[in-house]
């Protein structure tokens, strides 16, 4: 007679199998926001970015994964910004780095000081810090020869972006998964673009990564940033699929119903006698309303 599984027991299998679960979807996620975006080709030196944060470290553990079995080579190198912040445990991010076997470079740049000097106090720190962290990351892609820069924003950090712009910038503009520099000499790619926040949170508390919190602006959380989160977190929970939905929107654009007269040419606009496939249909009921929420689209192709 067979023993009867201890409680125990399940529970443990029940973890290991929502973990895996969890790892395939956030490396099918990433894998496939590369492929959509053309965000990796083969021979490119990719910089990763590592802020300490839960989403930096997920993505360089996803990419290495990733360069392990993907059909084309490709490098990594993992660069961290040491701010000089008070407090900073320097020897964290080496120590992981070495256990990891993953080429790395810490820059020391003392950015801590100059946003402290300008920025008065009690005001948000975060946008002339992110200036002189992508200023110096530039450099110093240049300098390890890096031919694309990974960023670690996630779906939801796009979608705060895009309704932060909308509500309190009047832009209809988010974070793209793949852009150029400013001064034209570097692409900038964010693998992580399909994954979600919570998703992150949870991989990150499995793998046990060595979380270095940012004292300088992570105590100060933007407000107009943390309503935005919190009115997404809002919708998920009242109205299951709407988060999905307002993200797959970001990929459906339609210029000819919008109001962008530099996006469309409504001046010009002449009726011609033919069909025109975004024409007053706009206006016709939208079946699409009724059905599941929309994800983004699976691509067949793989990294």
């Known amino acids: 007679m067979n023993a009867i599984e201890p409680p125990a027991t399940r529970r443990e299998e029940k973890l290991a199998y929502e973990r895996n679960k969890l790892h395939k979807r956030l490396l099918r996620q ?6 959509d975006f053309g965000m990796i ?14 989403d930096s470290y997920a993505l360089l553990d996803l990419l290495i994964t990733l360069r392990n079995r993907a059909p084309v080579a490709f490098d990594l190198v993992a660069v961290n910004l040491d701010q000089k912040q008070p407090g900073f445990p320097a020897h964290v991010l080496p120590r992981y780095l070495e ?6 470079h810490i820059e020391n740049q003392d950015t801590y000081s100059i946003v402290t000097r300008v920025i008065p106090e009690g ?8 200036r002189l962290r992508r200023g110096i990351l530039y450099r110093v892609a240049d300098e390890l020869g890096a031919t694309k820069i990974a960023l670690g924003h996630h779906r939801d950090d796009i979608l705060e972006t895009f309704f932060l712009n909308m509500f309190f910038g009047g832009k209809l503009k988010a974070m793209p998964p793949k852009l150029v520099s400013d001064d034209g000499r570097h692409i900038v790619i964010r693998p992580l673009a399909y994954a ?16 270095i919190p940012c004292n300088l602006c992570g105590s100060q959380e933007n407000l107009k940033r943390r309503e935005i989160k919190q009115l997404l ?8 699929g709407r988060v999905e939905n307002a993200f797959a929107a970001l990929g459906r654009l339609t210029p000819s119903h919008l109001m962008d007269r530099e996006r469309f040419d409504f001046a010009g606009l002449r009726a011609t006698g033919e069909p025109m496939p975004d024409g007053d249909i706009a ?3 939208d079946p699409s309303l009724d059905s599941p929420p929309v994800l983004p689209p699976e691509s067949p192709r793989q990294l």
């Open 30 to 35: 990433t894998g496939q926001a590369i492929a």
């Open 41 to 54: 080709e083969a021979g490119d030196r990719v910089m990763v970015c590592l802020s300490g944060g839960k």
């Open 99 to 104: 256990s990891r076997g993953v080429p790395f």
């Open 123 to 130: 005001r948000t720190m975060c946008s002339l810090c992110s």
């Open 196 to 211: 979600r926040e919570e998703d992150l949170a949870g991989f990150a508390q499995w793998r046990e990564f060595p979380i």
């Open 233 to 240: 977190r809002d919708w998920e929970r009242r109205f299951p």
């Open 283 to 285: 206006f016709d009921a």
